[in-house]
């Protein structure tokens, strides 16, 4: 391992971490964004993992409150044969 590859890491982690791109960009001093992402961040292992995880936790927050629903029975009251 090279020096330089903990720059690819850090670049990586800050990323992965929900760190904006912006903000890794200005801290790995790159002009452009396309430079980090491109070049200095990598696809780590369980990113697949991670994926879906973060898409179970926000979706589920998207859902309404379970409610109990009320029984339907009785509404009509007495049933009488006319």
Not at 29 to 56: C, I, K, M, W
Request: hydrophobic share 35%; glycine share 6%.
């Amino acid at each position: 391992m090279r020096f330089h590859d903990l720059r690819h890491a850090y670049a990586t982690w800050l990323v992965t971490d929900g760190v904006p791109i912006n903000l890794v960009q200005r801290v790995m001093g790159h002009e452009q964004a396309s430079t980090t992402l491109n070049r200095y961040t990598h696809t780590p292992d369980d990113y697949a993992t991670r994926v879906l995880e973060a898409f179970d936790g926000s979706a589920a927050s998207l859902l309404p409150p379970a409610v109990e629903t009320p029984s339907l029975d009785g509404l009509d009251g007495p049933k009488d044969d006319l």
